[in-house]
């Protein structure tokens, strides 16, 4: 194995690691769409179901590490994997205290640094959007979709955050 792809293994298993939102060692199919849309991929969900059928060789309903790895590594670009890099820095930007969520108080603080003060009723909006379990907060599989979404997100600004 080359050292690129070395480098590619690792880093795909820490993206892995970080949309296996229970730490089972294994991705059921929303953490699945999760991670494909992070790395800038849109399958519909008739795709995302056939690819978790083509990807779950042993046929228990989720992709473990190893069947995600025979899938998608041979075609997966040093490109992609440092996409994922910087939307993880900007993610660490806005988790100002690091607990891997970020609050409306962090989100409010960001956007204002970047010149983008919110009102309370866009931050209200913002959060709601964003936070898709209902917690209150964004986790980064909750940011990587909503940076998945947005065409402009390598801008950065408030249009392309949400």
């Known amino acids: ?37 992070s790395l800038g991929l849109k399958p519909s969900g008739d795709q995302i179901h056939m690819l ?11 992709v473990e590490f190893h069947e ?20 993880l820095g900007v993610f660490k930007c806005f988790d100002r205290d690091g607990n ?14 970047m010149g983008h003060a919110l009102t309370y009723r866009e931050l209200t909006e913002m959060i709601t959007e964003a936070d898709t ?3 209150g907060v964004i986790s980064f599989n909750e940011f990587a979709i909503v940076m998945g979404r947005s065409a402009a997100s390598e801008f950065l600004g408030h249009a392309a955050l949400w």
């Open 1 to 37: 194995m080359s050292e690129l792809q070395v480098d590619q293994l690792g880093q795909l298993r820490e993206i892995f690691a970080r949309f296996d939102m229970d730490s089972d060692g294994s991705l059921t199919i929303l953490e699945l769409a999760a991670l494909l849309r």
């Open 52 to 62: 978790l059928t083509n990807m779950d060789s042993n046929a228990n309903g989720f």
């Open 100 to 113: 891997g969520y970020i609050s409306a108080a962090e989100l409010a603080g960001a956007m204002a640094k």
């Open 133 to 135: 379990d209902g917690d």
């Open 68 to 87: 995600l790895v025979d899938a998608i590594l041979p075609d997966i670009s040093a490109e992609t994997l440092l996409n994922q890099e910087l939307l």
